[in-house]
């Protein structure tokens, strides 16, 4: 007669152990994959560099880092033109126009520039910068912006510049913070990710940007 394997009380089965580690690894995986996934969707791919008639800086967040990348940009060769972009937040001095003279104490020549100071969002910046570079005849543009913002608005700038022959180079300015890896270990930087996710589901839903 074969042995029964007998089990103490209060003990879980050797089967249910294994359950149990199981379903608890893939809890941890699906939250792995979500949350480094959420950082990778945000930065997106970034092609390589390559010359383009204008470096294009939008501003928000972190404008200071997006400027310093993009003098670097321009500084190093890869564009003639640096193009600043952004509204008036608090005054009367628009974002553009502060970028502008940045750039100048840093050295850069006032005839390097051109600005866009109506841009309320990102779709104004993609709006107000076609219209800059259509004038001006160009057709290629590095974007720079903050790296949890690339994503969208790029999705942004190649949405307003269908019907053109202007292509769009994206490209992230290390920021102070976001970490597409590590993100979610800040409140800032949570709320930052969790705010261009529900933007970037409403233009995936709705197929109007914001």
Not at 88 to 109: K, W
Request: glycine share 8%.
């Amino acid at each position: 007669m074969p042995r029964q394997v007998l089990h103490r009380p209060g003990h879980a089965h050797p089967t249910m152990l294994r359950l149990l580690v199981i379903v608890c690894l893939g809890a941890f995986v699906v939250a792995a994959v979500a949350l480094t996934g959420s950082g990778l969707l945000l930065e997106g791919p970034q092609p390589p560099l390559e010359r383009a008639d204008a470096i294009v800086v939008i501003s928000g967040d972190e404008s200071q880092a997006r400027l310093s990348e993009g003098i670097r940009l321009f500084r190093a060769g890869w564009a003639p033109k640096l193009i600043f972009s952004g509204a008036a937040q608090d005054g009367v001095l628009s974002n553009a126009r502060a970028m502008e003279i940045s750039a100048v104490e840093l050295g850069v020549p006032p005839s390097a520039m051109l600005l866009e100071p109506e841009a309320m969002d990102t779709f104004g910046n993609a709006v107000y910068t076609r219209q800059i570079m259509v004038s001006n005849g160009m057709s290629s543009a590095i974007l720079v912006t903050s790296p949890y913002h690339l994503h969208r608005a790029s999705l942004t700038f190649k949405s307003v510049l269908q019907g053109t022959d202007i292509r769009i180079i994206p490209r992230s300015a290390p920021d102070s913070a976001w970490r597409k890896v590590g993100w979610w270990s800040d409140q800032e930087t949570r709320r930052l990710t969790f705010r261009e996710l529900e933007r970037i589901g409403y233009i995936v839903l709705t197929g109007r940007f914001n």
